[in-house]
């Protein structure tokens, strides 16, 4: 093979679109076969290919009635720029498959992780056991110009800039509470009767007591020293350890509600203009690994 290796000039290189379709015709030696294999019009490689000819000032292909042959300087510029194409197929074909080989890196965090993605991730590997997924738990809102990540799920309103979003669920909430806890306190009847207990509050969710509190038509007290936990799963473990009532996420807690080691001693969900979103960057390169994800995390939501 001749390699074109000389001194660092300006090189005059064709347009490479028609360089591409004459590549493809005079490897099938057909306009039509290229036309199909590049998804055009026959008519659209035959401008191409007149176009690189006008470019180059010469013949490429003798078109006959019989059909299409190369001339000598079209055989010869043909075996000449094929090497390069092969190249490229094999460069874009080694960097995709390793690209897939690669996990998916998928942000989320700690509690919706633990407790909810969690136990559904075996079903993600039955049902598509070529996927490999790696996630990573953070609590700020994902930036993929600074976290190698691919894909994140994140609670908000879903208008994030520069993101595509696709809802999942909303953002759901209630009390919950240890059933030791009601049995050995007062009497809850009213959304009021809560505030005769400890409440315990997640760092980040502080808006979570004083929203359903307000939605009932109840107010913290003034004096009331909220319980402040770093998450809100620590925020469950306490609730579960009868050291007062947690406002909690059913979407999160379904294996404790159903066992009933919480219960709600007022079943009065809010749902506000919140919701958990999957998100990605806009023209994501990994579309396809990327819908599979999308679409099992649908399934898994409407499956309950």
Known sequence: MTFCNGPETVRPIPPLNPLHVFECA????SFTK???ELGVTQPAVSRQVALLEDYLGVRLFH????????????????????????????????????????PLKLQVYATFMAKWLMR????????HPDLRLRTRTAVT????????????????????QGMDSVFLFADEILPVCSPALL????????????LRYPLLHSHYRRRDWPD??????????????PLMFPSSLLTYQAALDGLGIAMGQPAMLETELRSGSLVC?????????????????PNHQDRARIAKVRNWLLEQVAAG
Not at 76 to 100: G, K, M, N
Not at 212 to 225: I, K, P
């Open 183 to 194: 049995a050995g306190g007062p009497p809850v009847k009213t959304s009021a009767d809560l």
């Open 34 to 36: 290229a036309a199909e």
């Open 63 to 102: 078109r006959e009635t019989r059909g299409l042959t190369l001339t000598g300087e079209g055989k010869r510029y043909a075996s000449q720029i094929a090497p390069a194409f092969r190249c490229i197929a094999e460069a874009t074909d080694e960097l995709v498959s390793a690209r897939a080989a690669a």
């Open 212 to 225: 359903w509190l307000e939605a009932a038509g109840a107010a913290m007290a003034d004096t009331q020293e």
């Open 265 to 281: 001693p007022i079943d009065r969900p809010l749902r506000r203009d919140l919701g958990y979103y999957f998100v990605v960057p």
């Open 120 to 127: 559904r991730l075996p079903q993600l590997q039955t049902n």
């Open 26 to 29: 005079a490897r099938h030696g």
């Open 141 to 160: 809102p994902v930036d993929f110009a600074r976290d190698n990540v691919d894909a994140a799920i994140q609670l908000g309103t879903g208008d994030w």
